[in-house]
């Protein structure tokens, strides 16, 4: 089994930055897929931000592609997803997840994933 965890959650104005970490801890050797997720109030759960750990490619969704950026330390077992320039419609929990292979044509879909984090709260004011 593996264990995510979030944190890096948090409230600011529009505009501002944040850094989500998601740590993974147990069968780690395991994972080789690592993704961002997010669902806003009264939505569905939409894909953010994708890497591969071994090859480190990564992929973004179209609305934060130049704001948002996913990068991984395989070294500390952490994946992390750094916010820029948030808007208001970024409000929502972020889910980390993790997969046993990264699929290059489906990294978006949620089914992909075998981990889940429990999530962590990001509110932009604006």
């Known amino acids: 089994q593996v264990q995510l965890v979030e944190s890096g959650g948090g409230l600011v104005q529009a505009g501002g930055s944040l850094r989500l970490s998601c740590a993974a801890s147990?069968?780690?050797?395991?994972?080789?897929?690592m993704a961002w997720f997010r669902q806003a109030p009264g939505k569905e759960r939409e894909f953010v931000a994708a890497i591969s750990w071994s090859g480190g490619r990564t992929n973004h969704a179209d609305s934060v592609k130049g704001r948002f950026t996913i990068s991984r330390d395989s070294a500390k077992n952490t994946v992390y997803l750094q916010m820029n320039s948030l808007k208001p419609e970024d409000t929502a929990v972020y889910y980390c997840?993790?997969?046993?292979?990264?699929?290059?044509?489906?990294?978006?879909?949620?089914?992909?994933?075998?981990?889940w984090g429990q999530g962590t709260q990001v509110t932009v004011s604006s």
């Open positions: 147990g069968r780690t050797f395991s994972i080789d897929a």
């Open positions: 997840a993790g997969a046993g292979t990264y699929y290059r044509l489906s990294y978006y879909s949620q089914t992909r994933y075998d981990y």
